[in-house]
Structure formats: C-alpha cells, structure tokens
C-alpha cells in the first residue's frame, strides 16, 4: 500500500516532526487511534510492521474523489480504521464523480451559500480554490459534531508538522498525506491504476477562462507543491501547461 521513506532526508524529518503533533493531540483522539497512527508513522520510517485489524475509530474523511483522497480512504481503510468519505454536494461535480464516490460508501453534505460566496470571489477576480477548501471543510467538520465522530482527514499533501494533525474546537484535523510525507506521485501509486494529472476542477476553469489572471494563482499553487516536494518537476510542469492550455 505505502512504502517506508527509507533515506530520504527531508520525509524523514518531516515524520518524526508529525510524531510530535500526534503526542499534543493524544488525549483528544484516544489510545487506540493514537497506537495506530503511531504505528502508520513508524511504518514509514522503518518498516516495521504493525497490526492491522480493524479497530473502533471512525474517520470522517474529506472525499472528492481525487486521488489525494482516494489514497488518503484507502490508506486509512488499509490500517484498520472505519472511515466515513463524506462528499461535499457542489454544483460543478459531474455524475460519473458522484457515482464513484457512492461506490465507496460516501456520504453526501450540502455546503451553505456555496455559489454565493464563489460567484463573489470569481467578480473580484480572487482565487475561489482557498475558499472553497474552507467551506467544504466546515461543513465536514459540522457532519464529524453531530455524528460524534472526533477525526476529520483530509487528502492536504502540504500541511506538514504542527498542522498534519491538530485540534480545532472539538475535533481533531488529520491531513494524512502531509502526516504521512506522502507525495503525489506516492498518492497516484496507491490507486493501481492510471491517473490523468490536470488542474483545477471545471469551476475553476470556466472562471479563469473569463479571469485569466486566476491561472497566475494556479502557478503559484503548483510552484507552492513543488517547493515543499510534494509534486516532480515534471509533474509541476505537466500541471502548468495545463492551466495554461485553456
């Protein structure tokens, strides 16, 4: 499923840092969670196996179908924990993304005043990808609370240190891929399968078609991955001709 980093430096640091951010939230998240993605993290600093069965914690998982969260539900599923994809009901997702989404057992949440707030960014000529992220996730997180599930996941490949897993108000924001020091490349490898690498989803296209100076943000956001290792030159370069091909 996931590899161990072996010598590479940079992962390795960023792990044992995430080490650190578990322990502050330890009491919030509980033993048997904390004891398992305990064992995630030395997993991919040394190899060591760990136990695997299932375990009763439940993960209310950020899911859009991508495969940052594609990897993130597999991988979470994969080391034993009951994880609920919750999918945010926006008005740019097309059928085929729901129905797949529905075959992994997702959960579908409606997002308050979604289009308002983008048709507002889009006038103003502002990015909509950081917003939209905010929203989507409060309303994940609103799902966690009145479930009572304490771990919200997410497929964030940069947040990585203090914010790969942290407390916000009552519940405990995991972004798996940073607390993993996965890279998109790992992320892609765990599907088994072809992944067609673009950007942006069809909101963001059709606004930085009539605002081109949107795609300026796109680059900054791919140079931004691209700094922290997530993505391969290659992969960063793939990415910029496609935001600038339209």
Known sequence: MIRPVENDFVKRYRLEYNLDALEGVRGEIGEEAYSRLKALVEYRLTGKEFGRSPIDVK??????????????????????????????????????????????????????????????????????????????????????????????????????????????GDVVVLNLPAFLALDKGEAIATLGRKYALGFGCTLWRSAAKNS???????????????????????????????????
């Open 59 to 168: 993960i209310a998982l950020a899911f859009s179908a991508g495969s940052d969260s594609t990897a993130s539900l597999k991988i979470l599923r994969w080391a034993g924990f009951d994880v609920v994809p919750v999918m945010a009901k926006l008005p740019q997702m097309r059928e085929p993304v729901l129905l797949n989404a529905m075959t992994q057992g997702a959960v579908f949440v409606e997002v308050p005043g979604y289009m308002d707030e983008m048709k507002e960014q889009i006038r103003k000529r502002a990015p909509v990808c950081g917003r939209c992220h905010a929203m989507v996730m409060n309303a994940i997180e609103d799902y966690a609370r009145e479930n009572g599930i304490k771990i919200v996941a997410s497929g964030d490949l940069l947040s990585s240190g203090l914010i790969s897993i942290y407390r916000k």
């Open 212 to 246: 081109p100076v949107l795609k300026r943000f796109g680059i900054q956001r791919v140079l931004r991955e691209l700094r922290a290792r997530a993505l391969t030159p290659e992969m960063a370069e793939r990415l910029i001709f496609d935001i600038l091909s339209f």
